[in-house]
């Protein structure tokens, strides 16, 4: 035997022990039949049925006649000869069930062995005690015959009829052999010694006795039925034997519809009889035997079969894999490293044939940057002699110059002649290289940028330090510089008024007054500038803020100041935020002051406070029915000390 032939047959040996371990094969039956074979025996037993049937019809169409002489004993050979066909085959049936079903045990199918080891003796018996044949122990007779004969056809019904209907023989073989010895003893005894206990069966001149045709038609009964469920229950898995019991099931009731009317041994039916069962145990012979001797060549064909399936399944995973490899290398005894499989990821990634690398590894390794070689090289020696998993990650160049990088992952095994042997996949990691060197190059713009950024918050944190001591300067300029000046004017013009007014005109008082007024709205006018710088240095404190409860209070401060005004308010019940409520104070008593400020000249001023949710932000709003004004000059709205109208028309410092 060749080593390529050897090592196959050990490969799908071990795929059949692994199958048989899945329960695939190996359960003492023939493996699943397939569909075309499954249809093949189901025709086949329909062909053995109805050609069964036709010589069943020409038989009972036939009128009966002697086909031998009485006493010749040309019929004695014919029948010995169809008897010892159907005792071999009982035996072959028997020998062959113990063998094939004993792993694992089927306590249904061992009926086999004790029905058809009882048949083969009862049926060999029955031939033996033919009338014409020499004695058995007492005088061969026909009666002896027949009741030898029911005995066999009986167990034969019963036993069909148990492996049809699955039913559960003993635990234990030796007890059912036992059972079986004991009864085939008794039938022996009853039908050598006591056969006159027996309802007669036979009668000289007259031929059957009705109790074996009822005898008969019981067994036609008993084998169609046993026919019927072997049929019905013909499962893919034992398809080929169930069709072929079936068959022989329904050709033995054709058989013993024959059996039931003869008058004589050598009449027709009664030879033309065993026809019937010589093709019943051909189909019996076909169902265990042949189905036997098949069995193992069945299942290595299916086992190889499955071993070729799951290879294809494996080679297409591994050549399916998107920017992978899968490998298994060893390291042969001379230190060299030669691949046993490459898939074809090896193209994608090498730019080489797995057929080139398998032929020459220098191929592969020679891609690896002499950068990362010896670092490779080391991580796979440590592999080797620790039988831990290797892993590395390296660039290859490949044959058209370009560089990437590749991550190997392997797992060793060492093999009984001491070799060792990774099975591994390499993956393309260049982009994630590129993506984390990426990544990192962000990370430290961001750590540069944050740097900055703190800088910048240094320096505008100074600007602003300086910047709120020079307006706290300013503050206190105008605190002391500007308003003395303007309290000592306003002093003196109220002395000149007082004391002086008399020696003055109408001109001069005048002036005074305009003098008086202009010092008033410079007063006005600083504590607004002071009110404003003192907004800007509030350091902010967040937290939920009814703008509908602050605008109720301005709203009421400032019916209290003008009773006589007509104004309609329109405030919802709350307007929750978020937000710093002494500023919130002073934004809405802007809002709303400035509100009733321009409608003062509406004899009906309607001013409304509310929020559009729809928005993002969310807007809240003061909406009144005054003046209006220019939209020219919207932008300076909001800019402190501007104003939109002249003082002369609305008071107040913008």
């Given at each position: 035997m060749s080593r390529d032939r050897a090592t196959r047959e050990a490969v799908v040996g071990a795929a059949y022990d692994q199958l048989a371990s899945y329960g695939a094969v190996g359960d003492g039956q023939a493996p699943r039949n397939e569909p075309g074979e499954v249809e093949a025996a189901r025709q086949h037993a329909l062909v053995v049925i109805l050609v069964s049937g036709g010589f069943l019809a020409l038989a009972l169409a036939m009128p009966p006649f002697r086909m031998f002489a009485e006493g010749d004993p040309a019929m004695l050979y014919v029948h010995l000869a169809l008897e010892l066909f159907a005792v071999i085959v009982s035996v072959l049936v028997a020998t062959v069930s113990w063998y094939t079903f004993d792993d694992p045990p089927r306590r249904s199918t061992d009926f086999l062995i004790y029905g058809f080891a009882a048949v083969a003796v009862l049926d060999l018996v029955h031939a033996l005690a033919y009338e014409g044949m020499p004695a058995l122990v007492t005088q061969s007779s026909t009666p002896k015959a027949i009741f030898f004969w029911l005995a066999g056809r009986i167990v034969a019904a019963v036993t069909l009829l148990a492996v049809a209907f699955d039913l559960n023989g003993p635990r234990r073989r030796w007890l059912g052999l036992l059972g079986t010895a004991v009864g085939v003893g008794v039938v022996f005894?009853?039908?050598?010694?006591?056969?006159?206990?027996?309802?007669?069966?036979?009668?000289?001149?007259?031929?059957?006795?009705?109790?074996?045709?009822?005898?008969?038609?019981?067994?036609?009964?008993?084998?169609?039925?046993?026919?019927?469920?072997?049929?019905?229950?013909?499962?893919?898995?034992?398809?080929?034997?169930?069709?072929?019991?079936?068959?022989?099931?329904?050709?033995?009731?054709?058989?013993?519809?024959?059996?039931?009317?003869?008058?004589?041994?050598?009449?027709?039916?009664?030879?033309?009889?065993?026809?019937?069962?010589?093709?019943?145990?051909?189909?019996?012979?076909?169902a265990i035997f042949v189905t036997a001797l098949r069995a193992p060549y069945d299942r290595a064909r299916a086992a190889e079969a499955e071993l070729s399936a799951s290879e294809a399944r494996l080679r297409a995973l591994a050549d399916g894999l998107p920017n992978s490899m899968v490998y298994q290398v060893t390291r042969e005894r001379n230190g060299g490293m030669r691949f046993l499989y490459v898939s074809a990821g090896a193209e994608r990634l090498h730019g080489v044939t797995p057929e080139a690398a398998i032929r020459d590894a220098s191929l592969l390794y020679g891609q690896v940057h002499e950068e990362d070689r010896d670092r490779m090289l080391l991580a796979e020696e440590r592999s080797r002699a620790q039988l831990a998993v290797f892993e590395s990650a390296v660039r290859i160049r490949r044959p058209d110059g370009e560089v990437r990088w590749v991550h190997l992952s392997s797992a060793p095994?060492?093999?009984?002649?001491?070799?060792?042997?990774?099975?591994?996949?390499?993956?393309?990691?260049?982009?994630?290289?590129?993506?984390?060197?990426?990544?990192?190059?962000?990370?430290?713009?961001?750590?540069?940028?944050?740097?900055?950024?703190?800088?910048?918050?240094?320096?505008?944190?100074?600007?602003?330090?300086?910047?709120?001591?020079?307006?706290?300067?300013?503050?206190?300029?105008?605190?002391?510089?500007?308003?003395?000046?303007?309290?000592?004017?306003?002093?003196?013009?109220?002395?000149?008024?007082?004391?002086?007014?008399?020696?003055?005109?109408?001109?001069?008082?005048?002036?005074?007054?305009?003098?008086?007024?202009?010092?008033?709205?410079?007063?006005?006018?600083?504590?607004?500038?002071?009110?404003?710088?003192?907004?800007?240095?509030?350091?902010?404190?967040?937290?939920?803020?009814?703008l509908a409860d602050l605008a109720r209070k301005v709203a009421d401060q400032l019916r209290q100041a003008n009773p006589a005004r007509k104004v309609s308010l329109v405030i919802p019940t709350k307007l929750p935020v978020q937000a710093d409520a002494g500023l919130m104070a002073v934004v809405m008593s802007n809002l709303i002051g400035n509100a009733w400020k321009f409608t003062g000249t509406r004899e009906e001023a309607r001013i409304e406070i509310g929020v559009d949710p729809g928005t993002e932000p969310v807007g809240y709003w003061v909406r009144d029915n005054g003046v209006g004004f220019d939209m020219a000059g919207a932008r300076r709205l909001f800019a402190p000390f501007q104003r939109l109208h002249g003082s002369s028309e609305f008071e107040g410092s913008g």
């Open positions: 005894w009853l039908g050598t010694f006591h056969l006159d206990w027996m309802p007669a069966t036979f009668v000289e001149g007259l031929g059957v006795t009705p109790t074996k045709t009822f005898m008969e038609y019981a067994l036609v009964l008993a084998y169609g039925f046993a026919g019927w469920a072997f049929w019905r229950q013909a499962q893919p898995a034992e398809a080929v034997r169930r069709y072929s019991l079936s068959a022989a099931c329904f050709v033995m009731a054709m058989g013993d519809l024959v059996f039931a009317h003869y008058r004589a041994p050598s009449d027709f039916p009664n030879i033309f009889g065993h026809v019937f069962k010589v093709i019943s145990y051909a189909m019996i012979f076909r095994r060492r093999l009984p002649d001491g070799r060792v042997v990774w099975d591994g996949i390499e993956r393309d990691i260049t982009e994630q290289i590129r993506t984390e060197e990426l990544l990192k190059r962000s990370m430290r713009e961001v750590r540069q940028l944050n740097t900055t950024l703190e800088q910048r918050v240094l320096e505008r944190t100074r600007e602003l330090s300086r910047a709120n001591e020079e307006l706290e300067a300013f503050s206190y300029s105008v605190s002391h510089d500007l308003r003395a000046p303007v309290r000592r004017i306003s002093g003196f013009a109220r002395i000149l008024l007082e004391d002086h007014g008399e020696r003055l005109d109408e001109q001069g008082r005048a002036l005074v007054d305009r003098m008086l007024a202009a010092c008033k709205e410079m007063g006005e006018l600083i504590e607004d500038l002071l009110a404003l710088a003192s907004l800007s240095r509030h350091a902010l404190q967040i937290a939920p803020v009814d």
